[in-house]
Nanobody, 115 residues
């Protein structure tokens, strides 16, 4: 099982980015995809998650600005991030959890929001 992230980069405050987490080696069933981020000198922070049933959950810092979604045809989950702020600057990681398989991490992608 592999999780490949894409979509990070540099954006100005107020801009948008979309992170993609593509799963290969298995279908995304009976599990959840969670996005975490880690800013320099900070601990990991859960940002958002979506279950295989489509139930989404958001950190308070993400509510109203970030949206998770999925495409079963491509086995990919997305984190749409709007109204980005400098404090959103961090390395973002996908974590795939599958029942009976465990956890699989993406490689991480840097997001930098300039003021």
């Amino acid at each position: 099982v592999q999780v490949v992230e894409s979509g990070g980069g540099l954006v100005q405050a107020g801009g948008s980015l979309r992170l993609s987490c593509a799963v290969s080696g298995t279908m995304f069933t009976d599990g959840a995809m969670t996005w975490y981020r880690q800013a320099p000198g900070e601990q990991y922070e859960m940002v958002a998650s979506i279950t295989s049933a489509g139930k989404a959950n958001y950190a308070d810092s993400a509510k109203g600005r970030f949206t998770v979604s999925g495409d079963d045809d491509t086995n990919t989950r997305y984190l749409q991030m709007n109204s980005l702020k400098p404090e959103d600057t961090a390395v973002y990681y996908c974590n795939l959890w599958l029942l009976n398989y465990g956890h699989f991490w993406g490689q991480g992608t840097q997001i930098t929001v300039s003021s």
